[in-house]
C-alpha cells in the first residue's frame, strides 16, 4: 500500500500522527529529529513510519520525493491492516 506523508525534518522528537491534506490528498504526518543533510531524514522517516505501523525496516520503501517534505513510501504487509492503522494516525 502506498501512503503519502508530509515531513517535518529537525523536530525536537520523532513523532508520526497528524493529517496534512497536500495537493495529492490527506497525507500522513512524520515528524524526525534528523536534520535532512546525506538522506538522515529520509532513514529516519522510514524507521519511524515502520515502528508506527509496527513492521520491520524493511517492509517500508520510500517511492517518491526523496529531497522534499512531500513523500510517497510503499508499505508491504495486510492492507487492511495497514489501512486501519493509517486512519487512526490520521486523526
Do not use: C, W
Amino acid at each position: 500500500m502506498r501512503i503519502a506523508l508530509r515531513v517535518k525534518p529537525g523536530a525536537s522528537r520523532t513523532a508520526v500522527g497528524g493529517r496534512y491534506d497536500g495537493p495529492s490528498g490527506p497525507a500522513l504526518v512524520v515528524a524526525v529529529a534528523a536534520r535532512p543533510v546525506e538522506g538522515q531524514a529520509n532513514k529516519a522517516v522510514v524507521q519511524a513510519v515502520a515502528a508506527a505501523f509496527g513492521l520491520r525496516r524493511s517492509a517500508v520503501t520510500l517511492v517518491h520525493g526523496a529531497t522534499g517534505r512531500d513523500k510517497v513510501v510503499e508499505v508491504a504487509g495486510d492492507e487492511g491492516a495497514i489501512r486501519a492503522r493509517f486512519e487512526h494516525l490520521l486523526e
